[in-house]
């Protein structure tokens, strides 16, 4: 049984990975010309059609000035897909004590499905967050809004879960990196989509790296030039895991992610080869 909520602290900061459904996942096929069995040997598995572990996770910070959760899982549809957990991220919020009209900001990583999906409950119904700002990338919000895109499906997905949020004023737009609010800072991460961005979080010294699908597991970090096939640009996306894992480093950063299983921390560490994944 996969864990749906843990929560974990940063300095005076407490953070909760919550899961919006932990289903698992073969990955076989998921990065792009990658020979399966140099994966399946990183990752530690021998059948490369062995399903791994996977999550559509969210973070809660609390504790400082503001009440900030990043992303918003994949929503009610997530209920309907069978997977443990899947759908219920407002109830992991719930038993936490926290009430929906707490949360003061929603960041978002980007605007894939995954991440956005509990923005508004189901179609024309009331904000889930209803006094929540939710702030996204400007190159983000901009890419899925092109013309070209309107037929994809994915990108119908996103617009509705930022309308209702547009049109109630409650979109706020950043370029490159903006302290949200104190200790949590946005990091371009560009490539899996335009607007990627990654999430640096800083208490009493301590530092958490949060970083959305510039990598999905922590085998990527090691690896920046595997490239998952959902990726828009492979060229950026290597280059972002270079940033992250520079980064990572110079702050002595824990890191995890939203696919990441629950719950994994890690610290990457600079050795000879690249960099090394080190749990914490
Ligand atoms: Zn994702």
Same mark, same amino acid.
């Given at each position: 049984?996969p ?8 300095g ?13 996942r ?47 899982g ?13 759908? &219920? @991220? ?7 004590? #926290?009430? !929906?009209? /707490?949360? %003061?900001?929603?960041?978002?990583? *980007? +605007? ?13 119904? &009331? @904000? ?7 702030? #996204?990338? !400007?190159? /983000?919000? %901009?890419?899925?809004?092109?013309? *070209? +895109? ?14 209702? @949020?547009k ?98 921390l890690?610290?990457l560490r ?11």
């Open positions: 049984m864990k749906l909520s843990e929560t974990f602290t940063v005076n900061l407490e953070v909760a990975a919550l899961s919006d459904g932990a289903p698992e073969a990955l076989g096929g998921f990065f792009n010309g990658v020979e399966p069995a140099d994966w399946t040997q990183a990752l530690g598995i021998t059948d490369p059609e062995q399903p791994m572990p996977f999550n559509f996770g969210t973070f809660l910070v609390r504790g400082g000035r503001r009440t900030v959760l990043i992303d918003s994949y929503g009610p549809v997530a209920g309907t897909m069978g997977i443990t957990g899947g759908g &219920e @991220l407002l109830q992991r919020i719930e038993e936490l004590g #926290v009430g !929906r009209d /707490e949360i %003061d900001i929603v960041v978002h990583t *980007h +605007l894939h499905p995954d991440h956005c999906g509990w923005n508004i409950p189901e179609e024309g119904a &009331e @904000l889930t967050f209803p006094k929540a700002i939710f702030f #996204v990338s !400007r190159v /983000e919000l %901009d890419h899925w809004e092109q013309a *070209h +895109l309107d037929d994809d499906e994915r990108v119908q997905v996103s617009r509705r879960a930022m309308a209702p @949020l049109a109630a004023g409650r979109v706020a737009t950043f370029d490159g990196e903006l302290e949200v609010t104190t200790g949590l800072t946005t990091v371009p991460t560009p490539g899996h989509t335009p607007g990627h961005t990654s999430l640096l979080l800083a208490s009493q010294g301590e530092h958490l790296l949060i970083t959305g699908d510039a990598a999905h597991h922590p085998v990527h970090l090691e690896h920046h030039d595997w490239i998952p096939g959902v990726d828009l640009d492979p060229r950026e996306s290597e280059t972002s895991r270079h940033r992250l894992a520079a980064l990572a480093v110079e702050k002595d950063a824990v890191i995890t992610g939203g696919h990441f299983p629950i719950l994994t890690g610290k600079q050795v000879e080869s690249g960099y090394q994944w080190v749990p914490a």
